[in-house]
Nanobody, 123 residues
Framework: QVQLVESGGGLVQAGGSLRLSCAAS????????MDWYREAPGKQRELVAT???????NYADSVAGRFTISRDNAKNTVYLQMNSLKPEDTAVYYC?????????????????WGQGTQVTVSS
């Protein structure tokens, strides 16, 4: 029905930058809130940044001022620009979205997750 496909992870030195992308595709009527979460080894998954369909944003204290979330509604895509990366930013980053869908049998708003992309920051 709906897929979230992420790209842009990788290995970077401390102080460097990466840009993550997540594109939603499928039987989409509208995409509501889009988020980025991350999960580091041995830790719980945590919310990194949120953006509404009107463009309002919110950030975890640990990334505020360094990360920027944005979206292209025409492409159903969300981005995460990560600057001044630190080793503690190392994690698997997951895209999440609340998406209203319609198919021949089903209409409603559901929660979807991407497959995750690894971000590794070396010191």
């Amino acid at each position: 029905q709906v897929q979230l496909v992420e790209s842009g992870g990788g290995l970077v030195q401390a102080g460097g930058s990466l840009r993550l992308s997540c594109a939603a595709s499928g039987s989409i009527v509208s995409v509501n809130v889009m988020d980025w979460y991350r999960e580091a080894p041995g830790k719980q998954r945590e919310l990194v940044a949120t953006i509404t369909n009107s463009g309002s944003t919110n950030y975890a204290d640990s990334v505020a001022g360094r990360f920027t979330i944005s979206r292209d509604n025409a492409k159903n895509t969300v981005y995460l620009q990560m600057n001044s990366l630190k080793p503690e930013d190392t994690a698997v980053y997951y895209c999440h979205a609340d998406i209203r869908i319609t198919t021949g049998f089903l209409t409603g708003t559901y929660s979807y997750w991407g497959q995750g992309t690894q971000v590794t920051v070396s010191s």
